[in-house]
């Protein structure tokens, strides 16, 4: 990891296992499910969908990628300065849901939650580049095979 530079938010190699990126989506309705992106600082990337709330069989699938795109994946994070975000973005109309995205680090963790719909650029390239970052260990999950809702 040392000879890609400095890391970003200032970790070190041996916090990366204890970083998590978490990205869900909330649906408005009363009782439905969510869906939920988990990719962990080692490269574990978890998706979770649930039909309904507390749904008792989730469809789950676990899949890994390089912790090189998880670095990177960090750095677009600190690029559009995450850590600086509101906590919440209001909807722009009558809210469907709300987006969530959370970020672990060894020291500090932020959420935002985003209702939707909502107007957020860098908001939207980290969920963008979160679910791209998925992608390559999960092609399904950029087909809403995988996530209906997301």
Do not use: C, H, W
Request: no cysteine; aromatic share 8%.
């Amino acid at each position: 990891m040392d000879e890609i530079g400095p890391l970003p938010f200032e970790l070190k190699s041996e916090d990366l296992p204890t970083v998590r990126i978490t990205y869900a989506f909330y649906s408005a309705k009363t009782g439905v499910g969510r869906s939920e992106i988990s990719i962990s600082g080692a490269g574990k990337v978890v998706l979770l969908e649930e039909a309904m709330l507390n749904d008792p069989n989730p469809q789950t699938l676990e899949k890994s990628i390089d912790a090189s795109i998880v670095i990177r994946l960090l750095d677009v994070m600190q690029e559009e300065g995450f850590l600086t975000f509101e906590d919440l973005y209001r909807a722009t109309d009558t809210p469907g849901g709300t987006r969530v995205i959370e970020l672990v680090l060894p020291d500090r963790s932020k959420k935002v939650m985003a209702e939707q719909p909502t107007v957020n650029p860098p908001f939207e390239r980290i969920a963008g580049a979160i679910k791209f970052a998925t992608g390559l260990a999960v092609p399904e999950a950029l087909q809403s095979r995988f996530f209906q809702r997301m």
